[in-house]
T-cell receptor, first 110, second 113 residues
Framework: DAKTTQPPSMDCAEGRAANLPCNHSTISGNEYVYWYRQIHSQGPQYIIH???NNETNEMASLIITEDRKSSTLILPHATLRDTAVYYC???????????FGAGTTVTVRA | DADVTQTPRNRITKTGKRIMLECSQT?????MYWYRQDPGLGLQLIYYSFDVKDINKGEISDGYSVSRQAQAKFSLSLESAIPNQTALYFC????????????FGNGTRLTVT
């Protein structure tokens, strides 16, 4: 499975878009990019996933580069409740045999 | 009701004691997982199971064992707890379709003194 690289932390102003980068340069053709977040010490929550096309749902948008070596999660209008640790992982669709990395700690400031 | 329920939510135990953490899910999924999280770190996979008769070790299985009693139940045991097993433990489940995300329980906070 491909590994991912994320910045350890980032700040975002409330109401602004938050753009979270993720590098996955060794991703295989059948591996999906998934994003999860963990608020405080709760169980991680699924956000979005994609293979090669950009995806959007009610929570966020996922932009995957054409070569699939990196992606960006976009929270369009960050709120204080979006403060969390965000994990980017790559998998053969829903096969979670490997661990999650340390993720990006996102702090949304008023 | 939660889709994935973990019990207990918190547990304090002493070194050398046997302890079991339980997980049940109402999603009807075959795949279940146990993860461990240490402060400031990501989630490490302990064990996983793709169906009732299938049990597999994850990256940090030493000192742990599991039991898949039914499709909906997946228990994690510490046969002889040690202080460095103090952590937050998460159970999760996912279906077999490509669109199926991972659903987590709210965790068990375990302290071994």
């Amino acid at each position: 499975d491909a590994k991912t690289t994320q910045p350890p932390s980032m700040d975002c102003a409330e109401g602004r878009a938050a753009n979270l980068p993720c590098n996955h340069s060794t991703i295989s053709g059948n591996e999906y990019v998934y994003w999860y977040r963990q608020i405080h010490s709760q169980g991680p929550q699924y956000i979005i996933h994609g293979l090669k096309n950009n995806e959007t749902n009610e929570m966020a948008s996922l932009i995957i580069t054409e070569d699939r070596k990196s992606s960006t999660l976009i929270l369009p209008h960050a709120t204080l409740r979006d403060t969390a640790v965000y994990y980017c992982i790559v998998r053969v669709f829903n096969d979670y045999k490997l661990s999650f990395g340390a993720g990006t700690t996102v702090t949304v400031r008023a | 009701d939660a889709d994935v329920t973990q019990t207990p939510r918190n547990r304090i135990t002493k070194t050398g004691k046997r302890i079991m953490l339980e997980c049940s899910q109402t999603k009807g999924h075959d795949r279940m997982y146990w993860y461990r999280q240490d402060p400031g770190l990501g989630l490490q996979l302990i064990y996983y199971s793709f169906d009732v008769k299938d049990i597999n070790k994850g990256e940090i299985s030493d000192g742990y064992s599991v039991s898949r009693q039914a499709q909906a139940k997946f228990s994690l045991s510490l046969e002889s707890a040690i202080p460095n097993q103090t952590a937050l433990y998460f159970c999760a489940t996912t279906g077999s379709s490509y669109n199926s995300p991972l659903h987590f329980g709210n965790g068990t906070r375990l302290t071994v003194t």
